[in-house]
């Protein structure tokens, strides 16, 4: 995986340096609250309900077990004892002190780690596929092109104020496991047929997001070959800086701009903005890709077992659930879910952190992922290591069979820490999880993405869940919408709405009404997704409201 | 130094990386400067497009682009336009201009800070400084890291 040179270590001090001087100014009153706001955002540091929040970046969910190791010690410092993993592949701490967060962020930078924009009005975190670089289906590696987005958008003077925030996903296989039409920029790495045989580029998906508006980027440009990307991206942005709405927050995302243009016309200005920067010399030296990209060459593999020994059933169903396909047929790379039955979605004890940062040691060549879905990916895993592997997973309470089932649900931090949240979003995943868990009816309805927003915000994705519950407050009490139908996935869709809103209880009882719908009309080898797709809405309204 | 709490005049340039003489008349919008021949100082607001002011770019002396808000970031983007198109004049950030912009204002293309209430001196020093090295290619001309990695 990619290691800092001097240089971008020296980027990372220099912020931290930065961030030590804004607070230290705040503190001696010569920066008013609102204007330290938006410094300390871009530093990760949100006020919460309760206390302060530091998001840590996780750039493409990548990361070492030394890093995984600090981001565990940091829990247990700083912290309560818990890091919190995000659907932006990033850890937040959600009990931290304004006067210790420029002492983490140097303790992040020893592992050079930061908390740069992860949150403000900027271009956030680069997000990826969590199984790159081990994936089957894969392309190529998408990471090395993250990384070169990762320098450029780091401190980019000209975008560190724009209309919102702006989140870009990089994934190179037709399979897309980052919601990359979910996002502001949605690149794929793709190759078509060129003079000398197969040419790699970039696709670009502009306009994309989920919020309050939720829409799926269209596609602006089939192809940008690599030594424009950056080029193409920095006139996407500039088009969106200049233009993108600043009356109202709410629409505010390059979403509403591309919308409100139409793709057509937003194109015709970046196509022209591009054509213009072509000759400013923006695109680093071509070069830069090529020292990138053996950073994410292949570690040593080894021939080994293809198979497991499934006389253990636990072990065996956990193999079914939680691997997956790996390049390499003597690997695969395993889930480890954090979701335990009744636990809190994504969320993990500093030793677990540690414990997992080991194990990616051990197992794993050295390298852990962070997926979107809050869970964490051990990439190159041996499969005749699989059974020690999940004897230890299982004894940290991080063995839970479930990886994209019901009880894999995303949740948001909702009314119990966030200051924007209508509803709480954990309680109602603990008991959904307990529900079917003790009912086995987990097993049965096999892959079901469950995700609840506490607010129309959707930091829990509602509207891509094949179910989405959306908390929303109604005169002082918390009422649960359900929805249906949506998805993250290269088959892209937005989750409609079934109908009047749910007590809790009401909630649950629906999600279970639903489910009692699909498995009673689904056809052989059909999800819940496809059977939504194929019976419509009607049947499961019926269910819910007659 | 005078009272930091008073506000001070826009026209008042607080920091000035140029050796040349300030031009010492007012500004005009950018519409009046589309429509007048002899105005040689332009104000932009953040609505304005600042490429309607290419075709004049050789009579002006001074380009002040207006933050009327820090968070408002379009005249960023209206300085690198205008020095990508060759402008050598001075470019001035007015209005709600801080310390902690200072720097991407600088790399942005500006020579010039009339900020409304007068910055610190060491603070905005430190804050100039802030960048050994730098990621992106802008008209500020400095070698990127990229450029110096494959030198």
Redesign the interface.
């Known amino acids: 995986m990619y290691s800092y040179?001097q240089?971008?270590q020296?980027?990372v001090d220099?912020r931290v340096a930065?961030f030590r001087?804004?607070a230290h100014?705040r503190l001696e009153g010569?920066?008013t609250e609102d204007?330290f706001k938006?410094?300390r955002l871009m530093n990760g540091l949100y006020l919460q309900l309760h206390a302060y929040m530091l998001r840590v970046a996780i750039p493409y969910g990548t990361l070492n077990s030394r890093q995984m190791t600090a981001l565990g010690d940091i829990a247990d410092k700083y912290d309560r004892g818990y890091g919190h993993f995000t659907t932006r592949q990033n850890l937040q701490y959600n009990w931290i002190k304004l006067e210790d967060a420029a002492d983490i962020l140097a303790d992040l930078a020893k592992v050079e780690m930061h908390a740069i924009q992860t949150s403000g009005?900027c271009i956030r975190n680069i997000s990826s596929d969590h199984f790159a670089g081990a994936a089957a289906d894969e392309l190529v590696d998408p990471r090395p092109y993250a990384e070169l987005l990762r320098?450029?958008s780091?401190?980019?003077?000209?975008?560190?104020?724009?209309?919102r925030k702006f989140k870009i996903a990089v994934i190179a296989a037709e399979k897309d496991r980052a919601a990359m039409r979910l996002h502001d920029i949605g690149i794929q790495i793709i190759e078509k047929d060129g003079e000398q045989g197969g040419e790699i580029g970039a696709r670009f998906y502009v306009g994309g997001g989920m919020g309050r508006t939720p829409m799926i980027a269209p596609m602006i440009r089939d192809f940008v070959p690599l030594d424009q990307l950056i080029t193409y991206s920095e006139a996407c942005l500039?088009v969106y800086?200049?233009y993108g709405r600043?009356d109202n927050k709410y629409k505010a995302r390059i979403k509403i701009l591309v919308h409100e243009l139409g793709a057509e016309e937003y194109t015709r200005q970046v196509e022209q903005e591009f054509a213009?920067m072509l000759d400013?010399?923006?695109?680093?030296?071509r070069?830069?890709l090529e020292?990138i990209k053996p950073f994410f060459d292949d570690p040593a593999f080894e021939d080994g077992a293809k198979h497991v020994d499934r006389s253990d059933p636990d072990f065996a169903l956990w193999v079914d659930r939680n691997t997956h396909r790996h390049k390499h047929d003597s690997y695969v790379s395993a889930v480890i879910s954090l979701k335990p039955v009744g636990g809190i979605p994504g969320d993990a004890t500093g030793e677990q952190i540690r414990i997992m940062a080991r194990l990616a040691k051990q197992y794993s060549f050295d390298e852990l992922r962070i997926m979107h879905t809050q869970n964490v990916v051990l990439p190159h895993v041996k499969i005749e290591d699989l059974h020690a592997l999940w004897t230890a997973l299982d004894a940290a309470d991080l063995g839970a069979p479930n990886m994209d089932s019901i009880e894999d649900m995303i949740a948001c931090p909702g009314l119990d820490y966030c200051a924007l949240a209508n509803a709480r979003s954990i309680p109602l995943a603990q008991r959904i999880s307990e529900k079917f868990d003790a009912s086995g009816k987990t097993e049965k309805l096999g892959e079901l993405k469950l995700k609840i927003s506490g607010c129309i915000n959707a930091c829990g994705h509602h509207h891509a869940g094949h179910i989405g519950i959306l908390g929303v407050d109604r005169k002082g009490v918390e009422n649960y919408q359900l929805s249906l139908g949506g998805s993250e996935a290269e088959d892209t869709s937005l989750a409609k709405i079934t109908g009047p809103g749910f007590t809790e209880d009401g909630v649950i009882e629906a999600v279970e009404k639903v489910t009692d719908v699909y498995l009673d009309a689904r056809e052989d080898g059909e999800r819940f997704l496809d059977t939504y797709r194929r019976i419509g809405m009607a049947p499961f309204k019926e269910a819910l409201y007659d | 130094m005078t009272n930091p709490d008073l506000g001070t005049s826009p026209d008042e340039v607080q920091f000035r990386f140029r050796d040349d003489e300030p031009a010492d008349h007012g500004t005009v919008t950018v519409d009046a400067c589309c429509d007048q021949t002899n105005a040689t100082a332009v104000r932009i607001e953040p609505g304005d497009d600042a490429r309607t002011l290419l075709p004049f770019l050789d009579r002006l002396a001074l380009i002040e682009v207006n933050f009327p808000a820090y968070g408002d970031g379009r005249g960023y983007s209206s300085a690198r336009i205008l020095r990508e198109a060759g402008y050598a004049g001075e470019l001035r950030a007015v209005g709600d201009v801080l310390i902690d912009q200072l720097s991407h204002m600088r790399r942005c293309g500006f020579d010039a800070f009339a900020p409304d209430q007068r910055l610190d001196e060491d603070d905005a020093a430190r804050a100039f400084a802030t960048w050994d090295n730098v990621y992106q290619r802008t008209v500020d001309g400095r070698k990127t890291i990229q450029e110096t990695r494959h030198e």
Do not use: C, I
């Open positions: 040179d240089y971008d020296q980027m220099a930065e001087d804004q100014r010569k920066l204007q938006p410094l009005n320098q450029w780091s401190f980019h003077p000209e975008f560190t104020y724009l209309p500039r800086n200049r600043r213009h400013q010399g923006v695109e680093p030296p070069e830069e020292r």
